[in-house]
């Protein structure tokens, strides 16, 4: 047991700042490690979502193909034309299709400058040009 009327030694004041620099410095570590760790354990969970989600958007894309053959045959069935010439018509439909979305989606895209980034950027070089001024 220490005696409690016994004086420490007292440390020099650059001893304490390097043992609590020390300190932060090995926290941030085991908070890097834990996060690290952490992120591992999230990513690994969500790699089986991810492959669910693949598997799914195949199975859906062969639905799709099957819904179009099936509108194929029963397009063909209805008027009587040959099959080949029924599916040509279908995909000359989908391509014009496509392409009109495709042309339409292409026009609302709008890319350019950021405009209220750089407007920002203005307003504060001026404010810093009007606060060195003043000095």
Request: charged share 20%; no cysteine.
């Amino acid at each position: 047991m220490t005696d409690p009327g016994a004086v420490r030694p007292k440390r020099s004041v650059f001893a304490l700042v390097r043992q609590l620099v020390s300190g932060v410095v090995g926290l941030a570590k085991l908070e890097f490690e834990h996060g690290r760790q952490e992120m591992g354990a999230m990513l690994s969970r969500a790699k089986g979502g991810v492959v669910m989600l693949l598997i799914a958007f195949v199975l859906l894309f062969a639905a799709l193909i099957a819904t179009v053959m099936a509108l194929i045959l029963g397009l063909a069935a209805l008027t009587g034309w040959p099959g080949w010439l029924m599916a040509l018509i279908v995909v000359i439909a989908l391509v014009l299709l496509a392409g009109f979305l495709a042309w339409r989606g292409a026009r609302r895209i709008k890319i350019g400058p950021p405009e209220e980034t750089i407007a920002s950027v203005k307003e504060e070089v001026a404010w810093a040009k009007r606060l060195i001024g003043r000095e």
